[in-house]
């Protein structure tokens, strides 16, 4: 997130990595990447060490008890995966440790870019999808339901009048509901149609933002989406199952935003553009 997180202090984060998964650390530097959580870099005497994260449980995506189980996947699949970046144990054994309302976890620092080439993480992707399952990873379920549509009208006759976005966001769901039900009863159709005894170890969001290169290849890092999934979760064809799930998700998570208390922030001013563009693309 571009803002700072209200739920935790910068002192609150420094103080946990400490305890929980390096002493030496000495600093911890909040950083305006990725949307949904928010990270830090933790260093010690000027060397990056670690990469932290902390997460806001999310009803119907994530618990603690989902977090915790697909970091620890993540975990057991690097062991045989080179390129999987699992988060570091903490002190207590667990992955995940409580700070207010979320949870914080750390992975390694990694040094390197974005790949220039887009289809580089297929290689890997392959392998991840060949690989056993770990346990306890959860298995895919609709992010949304069937009635999500008629949900969402039912928050419209009342004015989301608690920011400056609300009204515009409230108009741009009325004026695509119609699109909104189409989009929900493919969703649901094409994943009535999956087979779970096909399904295989799934990233979830293998995008260009989790992925770096490095002096040895390219990895993959945000493990907190790792699912017993189809294939094609990883792979997201345009007006397949995933991609409607991700569009799907995006304006339930964005009306959720706007139709409550929020600001004019650089986070907020995302928010509006990545709802509108969901609608219209």
């Not at 989902?66 to 144990?89: C, D, K, M, N, W």
């Not at 493919?186 to 999956?194: K, M, P, S, V």
């Not at 409607?244 to 304006?251: F, N, S, T, V």
């Amino acid at each position: 997130m571009n803002e700072p997180s209200v739920g935790i202090t910068d002192a609150g984060v420094l103080a946990l990595v400490r305890a929980h998964w390096d002493p030496a650390v000495d600093r911890v530097e909040h950083l305006p990447v990725g949307f949904g959580a928010w990270h830090w870099r933790a260093s010690a005497a000027g060397d990056a060490r670690l990469f932290v994260t902390y997460d806001l449980p999310k009803p119907g995506r994530h618990t603690a008890k989902t977090l915790e189980s697909a970091y620890a996947g993540a975990a057991a699949l690097h062991e045989g995966l080179e390129f999987v970046v699992p988060p570091v144990r903490a002190s207590g054994g667990r992955f995940t440790v409580p700070a207010g309302d979320g949870l914080l976890s750390a992975t390694p620092w990694v040094a390197g870019e974005r790949p220039a080439v887009a289809d580089g993480v297929r290689p890997l992707l392959e392998r991840l999808h060949a690989t056993t399952p770990p346990a306890r990873i959860a298995p895919w379920r609709p992010l949304v339901g069937p009635l999500f549509s008629e949900a969402l009208a039912e928050r419209l006759p009342v004015a989301w009048d608690q920011g400056p976005f609300g009204e515009r966001a409230r108009e741009a769901i009325r004026t695509a509901l119609s699109e909104i039900t189409r989009w929900t009863a493919t969703y649901h159709r094409l994943g009535a149609a999956e087979d779970p005894a096909t399904w295989v170890t799934t990233h979830g969001e293998p995008h260009e933002h989790n992925q770096l290169l490095t002096g040895t290849g390219i990895v993959l890092v945000d493990w907190d989406s790792l699912k017993l999934a189809p294939a094609d979760r990883d792979v997201r064809a345009p007006g397949g199952l995933f991609d409607l799930e991700w569009r799907l998700d995006e304006i339930d998570q964005y009306a959720t935003w706007f139709a409550g208390p929020h600001g004019d922030t650089e986070d907020d001013r995302e928010a509006i553009a990545g709802l509108e563009a969901e609608l219209t693309r």
